[in-house]
């Protein structure tokens, strides 16, 4: 059993937990994730590490309400147990030698690219974050980001808060400017990230996305997080969950990762309520 030592409420449908876990701490890295079961007899699902803290002993997930796991792992607050934590798994994110990076980052997707912004900071590189979200009360982590960053432009769709647009605008902007990167990190929706590595592809600027698509098992034997990648003229399938999630942006079939994607949103979306209606919550 693993214990919450912090919950906080970021936004209406996004929860950070910081759970006891030790023998993950110890090891885990940016960029790698973890798989949960809130009880024993609960669906295996995949978090990303959005944290760590080796002396305490914890490491910290942040995840957004959209499906009965989900639900459920929200209802449980501090002191309380979850079944299962494993991990590290997946590989770290290579920050090593980089001077100067680009993160974006989309939505929930920033609590994935955050601590790849610390760690590159820890090295001394320079850091310029984008992070975009659809509107203001739907932010997360901005002041995590400032400490981290040489720079940082928030984006809104709406233009609640910051500037106004998707994060391919400032992100544009900077490139078109003369401003160049050793990398371009880009972490959040399919969609977000198909239009970041386009608009970084002119300018032959290496390009990281992480694909976070469905996980079961987390070992490579499932297959259910299978990609398609186009190298060397060849389409190689390979598996988020052991060979990434970190991938060659250049190389990924984003229109085939999104269409699997939505294979299972209307099966998520019946789960969410029949389990809302056993809590007795509504739905919304």
């Given at each position: 059993?693993?214990?919450?030592?912090?919950?906080?409420?970021?936004?209406?449908t996004?929860?950070?937990?910081?759970?006891?876990?030790?023998?993950?701490?110890?090891?885990?890295?940016?960029?790698?994730?973890?798989?949960?079961?809130?009880?024993?007899?609960?669906?295996?699902?995949?978090?990303?590490?959005?944290?760590?803290d080796?002396?305490?002993?914890?490491?910290?997930?942040?995840?957004?309400?959209?499906?009965?796991?989900?639900?459920?792992?929200?209802?449980?607050?501090?002191?309380?147990?979850?079944?299962?934590?494993?991990?590290?798994?997946?590989?770290?994110?290579?920050?090593?030698?980089?001077?100067?990076?680009?993160?974006?980052?989309?939505?929930?997707?920033?609590?994935?690219?955050?601590?790849?912004?610390?760690?590159?900071?820890?090295?001394g590189?320079?850091?310029?974050?984008?992070?975009?979200?659809r509107?203001?009360?739907?932010l997360?982590l901005?002041?995590?980001?400032?400490?981290?960053?040489?720079?940082?432009?928030?984006?809104?769709d709406?233009?609640?808060?910051?500037?106004?647009?998707?994060?391919?605008?400032?992100?544009?902007?900077?490139?078109?400017?003369?401003?160049?990167?050793?990398?371009?990190?880009?972490?959040g929706?399919?969609?977000?990230?198909?239009?970041?590595?386009e608009?970084?592809?002119?300018?032959?600027?290496?390009?990281?996305v992480?694909?976070?698509?469905?996980?079961?098992?987390?070992?490579?034997?499932?297959?259910?997080?299978?990609?398609?990648?186009?190298?060397?003229?060849?389409?190689?399938?390979?598996f988020?969950?052991?060979?990434?999630?970190?991938?060659?942006?250049?190389?990924?079939?984003?229109d085939?990762?999104?269409s699997?994607?939505?294979?299972?949103?209307?099966?998520e979306?019946?789960?969410?309520?029949d389990?809302?209606?056993?809590?007795?919550?509504?739905?919304?």
């Amino acid at each position: 059993m693993y214990k919450i030592l912090r919950k906080e409420i970021l936004n209406p449908t996004v929860t950070l937990m910081e759970i006891e876990a030790p023998y993950v701490a110890a090891k885990a890295e940016p960029g790698q994730f973890i798989i949960l079961r809130v009880d024993e007899d609960g669906e295996r699902i995949p978090l990303t590490v959005a944290g760590y803290d080796r002396a305490r002993g914890s490491v910290t997930v942040i995840f957004q309400i959209v499906g009965a796991t989900t639900f459920k792992l929200g209802q449980k607050n501090e002191g309380e147990y979850i079944s299962d934590f494993v991990g590290p798994l997946g590989k770290k994110t290579k920050v090593e030698g980089l001077k100067k990076v680009c993160i974006v980052g989309g939505g929930v997707g920033c609590a994935i690219a955050l601590p790849i912004a610390q760690k590159l900071s820890e090295l001394g590189a320079e850091v310029v974050s984008v992070i975009g979200f659809r509107n203001k009360d739907l932010l997360i982590l901005e002041n995590e980001f400032k400490a981290a960053s040489d720079k940082l432009v928030v984006m809104t769709d709406d233009g609640s808060y910051g500037e106004k647009g998707n994060v391919c605008i400032p992100l544009t902007r900077m490139l078109e400017a003369g401003e160049r990167f050793d990398e371009v990190i880009a972490i959040g929706p399919i969609i977000m990230m198909k239009f970041v590595t386009e608009a970084v592809k002119p300018y032959s600027i290496p390009c990281t996305v992480s694909m976070n698509p469905i996980m079961i098992d987390g070992t490579g034997m499932c297959g259910g997080c299978r990609l398609t990648l186009n190298r060397d003229g060849q389409r190689v399938t390979e598996f988020a969950c052991v060979d990434g999630p970190d991938f060659n942006a250049y190389e990924v079939d984003f229109d085939e990762a999104m269409s699997r994607a939505s294979m299972y949103k209307d099966f998520e979306r019946h789960a969410y309520e029949d389990t809302c209606n056993l809590f007795g919550k509504e739905v919304n």
